[in-house]
């Protein structure tokens, strides 16, 4: 069980935010299985705070996927704190505070893992947030910039001293992208240094890694990214291991039954086109490591048109072996 302020995630188990990925119609798909609570990837506090409808779109959101996590960035204080506000006032659960993201449009303007390195403004930017909701607040890190700077346990302390009710930490380096493995020994430090709850991310592809990681280190949570971007039936399968059953292995067909849910579910929230572009990327993983899935891959990179690329995918599955389901 996992205490996030007031909300109660009994089974502990978070869909990491991912840009272009964690969309309302994979959210939805994810809590069905199992996913404890579910965030929107980082959302602009500034696009948020002018009333971009763009930006907007972000939140939406429906019953059946909560409770709903709204990640938003930023640099500036007052803003993000109106940006949590915005957040609350349509429906969010849980705010979350990203400190992570490495990418040079974010963090040139100070956002992101940018704060990482400017512990003052991380705190102001935490106090004001906190200061603008009552909601669960969280906050998302990485173990600093550089290797030279490891900033994670400085960063924890002032995170719950500023009133967030908990923190995750991907424990990597803003500079190492995904280059290394994550140390998951990171989380360990950063669970001794704070009393909060620390929820712990990076490089959980199976169930028995989710395990290993709550041993090893003693985190209250676990954040699962890419590795239910593969494999989505993971929530369960880590439920059902820690509960000393054996995990079932989906058969070929019951991804192929998921791949066209999803699709169905991008459809209807994103419209055909937008779905065909979203759903490609998704394909990227949901194939990984099925036979011929490079080229396959390769024929649906330019097709635009929903219904064309719902062909390509049952074509491609039907040419699979097919594989029962099993158990381990
Ligand atoms: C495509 C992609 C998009 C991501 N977008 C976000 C994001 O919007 N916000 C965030 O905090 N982290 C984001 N991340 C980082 C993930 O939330 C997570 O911390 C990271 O992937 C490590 O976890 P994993 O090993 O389970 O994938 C993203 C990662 C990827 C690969």
């Known amino acids: 069980m996992l205490q996030l302020g007031s909300l109660r ?12 990925f964690t969309n309302l119609a994979f959210r939805l798909l994810i809590r069905r299985l199992g996913a404890g609570l579910v965030m929107t990837e980082m959302v602009s506090s500034m696009g948020l705070s002018m009333g971009q409808k763009k930006t907007l779109e972000y939140l939406r959101s429906c019953k059946d996927e909560k409770p709903l996590g709204v990640q938003i960035f930023g640099a500036d204080p007052q803003v993000m704190a109106r940006a949590g506000m915005i957040a609350a006032e349509t429906g969010a659960d849980l705010i979350d505070i990203n400190m992570g993201c490495p990418v040079k ?25 906190r200061r603008a909701s009552s909601l669960p607040l969280t906050v998302k890190i990485r173990t600093g910039w550089s290797p030279r700077e490891p900033r994670a346990c400085e960063i924890a302390k002032i995170v719950e001293d500023c009133g967030a009710d ?14 290394v493995p994550a140390r998951w020994d990171w989380i360990n430090k950063v669970k001794q240094k704070v009393k909060i709850p620390v929820i712990g991310n990076g490089d959980v592809f199976d169930a028995s890694h989710a395990l290993e990681l709550k041993q090893r280190t003693g985190c209250n949570g676990v954040m699962i990214g890419r590795g239910a971007l593969r494999n989505p039936w993971i929530f369960s399968q880590i439920m059902s291991l820690e509960q000393g059953q054996a995990i079932r292995q989906p058969a ?11 699709f169905r579910l991008l459809s209807q929230t994103l419209g ?9 990327g998704a394909l990227i993983f949901y194939t990984k490591g099925l036979p011929h899935s490079g080229r396959f891959r390769e024929q649906v990179t330019y097709i635009k048109d929903s219904r064309t690329l719902a062909g390509a995918v049952d074509l491609y599955f039907s040419g699979l072996p097919e594989a029962p389901a099993s158990e381990s």
């Open 9 to 20: 995630i009994e089974n502990g188990l978070i869909m990491a935010p991912m840009a272009g």
């Open 105 to 129: 449009k974010v963090v040139k303007t100070g956002a992101g893992a940018a704060l990482l390195t400017n512990p003052k403004r991380a705190a102001e930017i935490v106090s004001a947030v």
């Open 166 to 179: 908990a923190l995750t930490l991907h424990p990597r380096f803003a500079s190492e992208g995904f280059s």
């Open 252 to 262: 070929i067909e019951e991804r192929k039954t998921l791949i066209m849910e999803h």
């Open 272 to 280: 055909d086109k937008k779905a065909a572009f979203a759903m490609r």
